[in-house]
């Protein structure tokens, strides 16, 4: 395993990690949450990732019980949680959701008895709030911090110009800011990693933790005809994502990318993988699974990713047609 430092932090992160969106409590079971993430522990993934939206909570819950049985040092991994949604879904009342003081607060408590742990390392804003202003938001989390609650905190699609924002009031207050965002980034979303963030990774050494490598299974042409039964896309309550996802100049772009996975001997999901880990700026990117075989073989991305050569990633380029232009 390779690790890389959390933008400017001392934090170290697996290059891949592995996190439980869709997964865990819907598609995965306890006993295969426990044998994906041991699997995952035993390749020297150090980050697992969560949410308290994620299953109303069931996700946290269930690493939590993975977290106690194991008996892993708690100095050798690293968890988060991230805060906005709420649990409770639709049945959230109003303080139960969103970036207030009182939310941000008790969520991470919440969070702490689900997962098991006395403090979590990475704290998110799972979106930003627009109805709180961004000075409570950081005050809140620097009260945390201050508490041992949290290690670090950060923020998860926000735009450049909020994370600014929270980077100027926490420097005026002599606070701490955002270490890290959550953005998406894979072969069909370059924007905000590749542009709109670029000048935050050296003025604020802004890490990031970045999700959907494979864009919830299209990368790796599972999607090529149709959609299959046990498949994210095929579970209730996700028809939004398929309309999102598959379209069919996407569908075409899947298949010229896997000719040339084929021509270089490693598999579509490998290559999407391996095309995120060749950008520096990714700190670690965040695994989905739903079947040990599915982590087994994405996790080749870490031995092959260096493989990606300038001319495989030029013909990369030719199939996507979709290199952000960077401003002089
Ligand atoms: P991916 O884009 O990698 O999608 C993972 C899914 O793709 C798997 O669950 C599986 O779904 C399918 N898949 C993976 N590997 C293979 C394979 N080799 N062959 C066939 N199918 C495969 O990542 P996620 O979208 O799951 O995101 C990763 C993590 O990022 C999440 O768990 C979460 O922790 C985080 N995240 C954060 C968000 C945020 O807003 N901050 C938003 C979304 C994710 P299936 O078997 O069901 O088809």
């Given at each position: 395993?390779?690790?890389?430092?959390?933008?400017?932090?001392?934090?170290?992160?697996?290059?891949?990690?592995?996190?439980?969106?869709?997964?865990?409590?819907?598609?995965?079971?306890?006993?295969?949450?426990?044998?994906?993430?041991?699997?995952?522990?035993?390749?020297?993934?150090?980050?697992?990732?969560?949410?308290?939206?994620?299953?109303?909570?069931?996700?946290?819950?269930?690493?939590?019980?993975?977290?106690?049985?194991?008996?892993?040092?708690?100095?050798?991994?690293?968890?988060?949680?991230?805060?906005?949604?709420?649990?409770?879904?639709?049945?959230?009342?109003?303080?139960?959701?969103?970036?207030?003081?009182?939310?941000?607060?008790?969520?991470?408590?919440?969070?702490?008895?689900?997962?098991?742990?006395?403090?979590?390392?990475?704290?998110?804003?799972?979106?930003?709030?627009?109805?709180?202003?961004?000075?409570?938001v950081v005050w809140a989390m620097n009260h945390l911090l201050q508490q041992g609650k949290i290690l670090y905190w950060g923020t998860s699609e926000w735009s450049a110009g909020q994370i600014?924002?929270?980077?100027?009031?926490?420097?005026?207050?002599?606070?701490?800011?955002?270490?890290?965002?959550?953005?998406?980034?894979?072969?069909?979303?370059?924007?905000?990693?590749?542009?709109?963030?670029?000048?935050?990774?050296?003025?604020?050494?802004?890490?990031?933790?970045?999700?959907?490598?494979?864009?919830?299974?299209?990368?790796?042409?599972?999607?090529?005809?149709?959609?299959?039964?046990?498949?994210?896309?095929?579970?209730?309550?996700?028809?939004?994502?398929?309309?999102?996802?598959?379209?069919?100049?996407?569908?075409?772009?899947?298949?010229?990318?896997?000719?040339?996975?084929?021509?270089?001997?490693?598999?579509?999901?490998?290559?999407?993988?391996?095309?995120?880990?060749?950008?520096?700026?990714?700190?670690?990117?965040?695994?989905?699974?739903?079947?040990?075989?599915?982590?087994?073989?994405?996790?080749?991305?870490?031995?092959?990713?260096?493989?990606?050569?300038?001319?495989?990633?030029?013909?990369?380029?030719?199939?996507?047609?979709?290199?952000?232009?960077?401003?002089?």
């Amino acid at each position: 395993m390779e690790y890389r430092r959390l933008g400017q932090s001392g934090l170290q992160l697996s290059i891949v990690s592995y996190g439980s969106w869709t997964t865990f409590h819907q598609q995965v079971d306890e006993k295969l949450a426990d044998e994906l993430m041991g699997y995952a522990y035993d390749q020297d993934i150090n980050f697992f990732d969560n949410a308290e939206g994620y299953a109303h909570g069931e996700s946290e819950r269930i690493m939590g019980k993975i977290f106690k049985q194991k008996h892993w040092e708690r100095s050798s991994f690293v968890v988060s949680s991230k805060v906005f949604f709420g649990w409770h879904g639709k049945d959230n009342k109003p303080n139960q959701k969103g970036l207030s003081r009182k939310h941000i607060i008790e969520a991470c408590n919440e969070a702490l008895q689900r997962l098991q742990v006395e403090y979590l390392d990475l704290y998110f804003c799972h979106r930003p709030d627009p109805e709180t202003p961004v000075a409570e938001v950081v005050w809140a989390m620097n009260h945390l911090l201050q508490q041992g609650k949290i290690l670090y905190w950060g923020t998860s699609e926000w735009s450049a110009g909020q994370i600014m924002e929270a980077h100027m009031i926490a420097e005026r207050y002599h606070l701490i800011g955002p270490t890290m965002e959550q953005p998406e980034y894979n072969l069909f979303n370059r924007e905000k990693v590749e542009k709109e963030f670029l000048p935050l990774y050296s003025s604020i050494g802004l890490g990031t933790t970045t999700w959907s490598p494979l864009a919830s299974g299209l990368l790796t042409g599972k999607y090529n005809a149709g959609i299959p039964r046990d498949s994210r896309l095929a579970l209730p309550g996700y028809e939004w994502l398929k309309e999102k996802l598959i379209t069919p100049e996407k569908i075409e772009k899947v298949k010229a990318l896997q000719r040339i996975a084929e021509d270089i001997g490693i598999s579509l999901p490998v290559l999407a993988i391996a095309w995120c880990l060749c950008n520096p700026h990714v700190s670690t990117t965040i695994l989905g699974a739903s079947k040990l075989s599915q982590l087994q073989e994405n996790l080749k991305a870490v031995e092959v990713y260096r493989q990606l050569t300038p001319e495989i990633r030029q013909r990369i380029e030719t199939v996507m047609q979709n290199n952000p232009v960077l401003p002089h």
